[in-house]
C-alpha cells in the first residue's frame, strides 16, 4: 500500500516507554536482549524508551535475527528479558541444539508484533524460563494499548493480549460504531496518551482513521472478556469470507499449532467461484518431521468446524517476511493465485 507517516508527540512516547517499563519492573539490574529492528516501534519504543527510562541495559546482537545468537547472546551476556514476534521465537525453540543453552538469567520479555499462537507462549513459558513474559498488543499510531502482566491467572498470560494500559482506552464496535457487549467480536478502537497526532500532510486518512470522539479505528477484530482482557480475533482485512460464513485465520492457525508436526503455519483466504473464498493453510514442519495433507485433514475433521478446514494447503521452507519480522500474508496469497491458477476468477471478484 502507499506509506503514511504517523506523526508521534514526544510526550505520548516517553510515557508509553516508562510505563512499559514499569510493567517489566524494569531495574538498573535489568539486561534486555533487543533482537528486533531498531526502526520499528517494537524496537524503539518497547524495547529502548523502556529500558532507558529505568537505566537498564540494552543488549543488541547482531546487524540481522539469527536464533543461535540471540541465544548465545541471552547466554553469554546474563540477559535478564528477552523480545521478539512469534516467528522468531519459533526459530529459537525450533534449533536442534537449544537445551545446550544456559537461559537460566531470563525472568522476562515481550512477544508482540503479530498475533501470537498459544502453543508458543505455553513453551516460552516453560522451556525458556520466561514465566513473567508478556504478550502486548499496539501499533505505531497508538503506541502500545493492552499487555499482560505478570501475576495474571495462566491462561489469560497465554490467550489474550491483556488489558488496558494506564493512560489507555479501548472498546469494540459494531459496523455502525456502537459499542458491543462484553464477549462480542467487534472492531477495536483505542485512545490514549500515545495516540498518533494525525498522518503527516494527509488529512483525509487522518480522519478515516480516528473519529471525531479522538478513538482510533484499528482495523483489527477483537473482544473483550467481563474481566477486561482484550482478544485478538484477526486481522479485518484478513477475515475469509466463505460461502457467507466468517472465517478467521487465527483461529485455524491456533487450531493447527497443535498438531505435533507443525513448526508454523500462516492461513489465508483464496478465490473461489463458488464459495467466494476459500480456505488454504501454508505449513512449515518441524525438523525431521513427516505428515501428509491426508493426515491433517483427518486431524481437523470433528475437531473444528467443516467449512474452517483448508481445501488448500502447501507445505513450505520459509515464509516471506517484512524486515521487523512480520509474515506477508498478501504475498502468500499471491503465491496462492499464481501456483493454482485463480487468475481470472480473482480478477473477476474484483470487479
Not at 532507558?52 to 553469554?76: M, N, R
Request: negative net charge; hydrophobic residues 40%.
Amino acid at each position: 500500500g502507499e506509506p503514511k507517516a504517523a506523526m508521534l508527540s514526544h510526550r505520548g512516547q516517553v510515557n508509553n516507554g516508562f510505563l512499559i517499563g514499569e510493567g517489566l519492573s524494569y531495574t538498573a539490574a535489568d539486561r534486555v536482549c533487543l533482537p528486533v529492528p531498531l526502526f520499528h516501534s517494537f524496537g524503539n519504543l518497547l524495547g529502548v524508551l523502556a529500558a532507558y527510562t529505568h537505566g537498564s541495559t540494552i543488549v543488541l546482537c547482531g546487524e540481522a535475527f539469527d536464533p543461535a545468537l540471540v541465544l548465545q547472546t541471552v547466554a553469554a551476556e546474563r540477559c535478564t528479558s528477552l523480545y521478539g514476534v512469534p516467528t522468531m521465537f519459533i526459530a529459537e525453540l525450533a534449533l536442534p541444539d537449544f537445551e545446550d543453552y544456559d537461559l537460566s538469567s531470563l525472568r522476562t520479555g515481550i512477544m508482540a508484533g503479530a498475533p501470537c499462537p498459544v502453543e508458543v507462549m505455553r513453551k516460552v513459558h516453560g522451556l525458556m524460563n520466561m514465566e513473567d513474559v508478556v504478550v502486548m498488543y499496539g501499533m505505531t499510531e497508538t503506541g502500545i494499548t493492552t499487555r499482560t502482566m505478570p501475576g495474571d491467572p495462566f491462561e489469560k498470560q497465554i490467550g489474550s493480549v491483556g488489558r488496558a494500559m494506564p493512560l489507555q482506552e479501548i472498546k469494540i464496535v459494531d459496523d455502525e460504531g456502537t459499542t458491543v457487549a462484553r464477549g462480542r467480536a467487534g472492531e477495536l478502537c483505542a485512545r490514549g496518551i500515545s495516540t498518533m497526532l494525525g498522518y503527516w500532510e494527509d488529512d483525509r486518512a487522518t480522519a478515516t482513521a480516528i473519529d471525531r470522539g479522538g478513538w482510533m479505528h484499528t482495523g483489527d477484530l477483537a473482544a473483550l472478556d467481563e474481566d477486561g482482557y482484550l482478544y485478538i480475533v484477526d486481522r479485518k482485512k484478513d477475515m475469509i469470507i466463505r460461502g457467507g460464513e466468517n472465517v478467521f485465520p487465527a483461529e485455524i492457525e491456533g487450531f493447527l499449532y497443535t498438531h505435533e508436526a507443525v513448526e508454523e503455519v500462516q492461513v489465508v483466504g483464496v478465490p473461489s467461484e463458488r464459495y467466494g473464498e476459500e480456505v488454504m493453510a501454508f505449513i512449515r514442519l518441524r525438523a525431521d518431521a513427516r505428515v501428509t495433507e491426508e493426515e491433517l485433514l483427518a486431524f481437523c475433521r470433528g475437531a473444528i468446524a467443516t467449512y474452517k478446514i483448508p481445501k488448500h494447503w502447501k507445505f513450505v521452507d520459509e515464509f516471506p517476511m517484512t524486515p521487523s519480522g512480520k509474515v506477508q500474508k498478501y504475498r502468500l496469497r499471491q503465491i496462492a493465485v499464481a501456483e493454482l491458477g485463480l487468475e481470472t476468477i480473482e480478477q473477476t471478484k474484483t470487479a
